[in-house]
């Protein structure tokens, strides 16, 4: 809201902004030292509305009509342009959505072969493991030249509580 202060003008006439007020009779005292309270917050109200009236009047008359219509030209431009862009977007993603779907489904098959793959190297590498343990122990009996109790050195136990356990294999 613009601040104006407002104008005193005399209560009888015309205006160029407003309408003529009705003719009241003129005392020989001052008009608003009869008036009621009601009154007088009525008349404020009224200048302040005739002062806005005045400042939006300016406003507006500061808009040339060329203005307007070069700003209802470009607000016809913006409008076909989101329209373009809602109509670009809608396209983008309904291919953006199936090019993702099927980058998806590649990387899921990849990550069950690769699975696969890993779970094979583990398999080799604990059937390596029993083979080299095998072969240290070969070694060992060579260098000690006696056999020593394969049981336990069992890979695939372990001493529990001075007993040899077997691991427990995982399904």
């Known amino acids: ?3 104006v202060k407002p104008v005193k ?3 009888v006439g015309s205006s160029a902004t407003s309408p003529p007020l009705a003719s009241v009779s ?5 008009f608003l030292d009869d008036a009621t309270l009601r009154e007088r ?3 404020k109200r009224l200048r302040e509305s005739e ?3 005045k400042a939006l009047t300016s406003k507006v008359s500061s808009y040339t009509c060329h203005d307007l219509d070069l700003l209802l030209g470009r607000i016809a431009e913006l409008d076909d342009e989101v329209c373009s862009l809602r109509s670009q977007l809608h396209v983008f993603s309904y291919s953006d959505f199936y090019e ?3 980058k998806v489904t590649e990387l899921t098959t990849e990550n069950t072969s690769l699975k696969s793959d890993l779970s094979e190297c583990i398999r080799r590498a604990l059937g390596a493991y029993a083979v080299s343990f095998r072969n240290a122990l070969d070694q060992v009996d060579l260098y000690l030249g006696w056999a020593l109790p394969r049981d336990m050195f069992d890979p695939e136990s372990r001493v529990r509580r001075g007993k040899l356990v077997p691991y427990a294999r995982p399904v």
Request: glycine content about 0%; charged content about 10%; aromatic content about 10%.
């Open 51 to 53: 002062m806005q009236v």
């Open 26 to 30: 003129i005392s020989p005292r001052p």
């Open 100 to 102: 993702n779907w099927a």
């Open 9 to 11: 003008r005399p209560l």
């Open 41 to 43: 917050y009525v008349l």
């Open 1 to 3: 809201s613009v601040a």
